[in-house]
């Protein structure tokens, strides 16, 4: 027990992370996180060892995290940048790119690479709160839309047009900061 209780403390560093990244809220993140070990702690023996101990308690982080949406769902806001479109940044008035996106390369090789994906979590923390969120909730969390909505009170376009517009910003991030010069990497 006391090696499983030293393993869960090594993770909690980076379970928290995650978590961060989500929530936006360290309070809400640190109760999320909470909540996981301490499931982890009471229950030892749902760990079946059949997947490392890492992705069990991400399992368990997901459902506490989703938890804390819910929970927080009417406390969660919507930042002028949510609403502010990128489209005219980035698409000239015939809808065609201002500047042509560079040549990524093999984006599956780029996907593998550590550094990339500590890019592509500052990217992600970049996005605007709600975009960001919504994000997060689609892409890691795997949410259906329709729970997204409800959760969210939002309506299925309003979702579409937040996750177009995150997608938009995390390629421009990407482009500026890894295909083109990984400054924040080397920030970071």
């Known amino acids: ?83 502010e479109p990128i489209e005219d940044e980035l698409f000239d008035s015939t809808g065609h790119w201002r500047d042509q996106p560079q040549d990524w390369g093999d984006p599956e090789h780029a996907l593998r690479q550590v550094d990339f994906m500590r890019v592509l979590e500052a990217c992600v923390e970049l996005l605007p709160g709600q975009q960001g969120r919504l994000f997060m909730m689609r892409e890691w969390l795997e949410l259906e839309t329709d729970e997204i909505c409800k959760e969210l009170a939002i309506s299925p376009t309003n979702l579409w047009v937040m996750l177009h517009r995150a997608r938009l910003r995390l390629r421009e991030c990407l482009q500026l900061n890894w295909f083109s010069g990984a400054q924040l990497a080397k920030e970071s």
């Not at 393993?7 to 309070?27: D, F, G, S, T, V």
């Not at 809400?28 to 499931?39: R, Y």
């Not at 769902?73 to 609403?83: I, N, P």
């Open 1 to 83: 027990m006391a090696d499983f209780s030293a393993e869960l403390e090594r993770l909690r560093p980076q379970l928290l992370k995650y978590a961060r990244l989500q929530l936006r809220n360290a309070a809400w993140a640190e109760d999320a996180v909470s909540d996981t070990l301490l499931a982890a702690i009471e229950r030892p023996q749902t760990f079946a060892g059949q997947s490392q101990l890492k992705t069990w308690l991400i399992g368990i982080l997901k459902h506490k995290l989703i938890d804390q949406i819910r929970r927080n769902s009417r406390e969660l806001s919507t930042t002028r940048e949510d609403d």
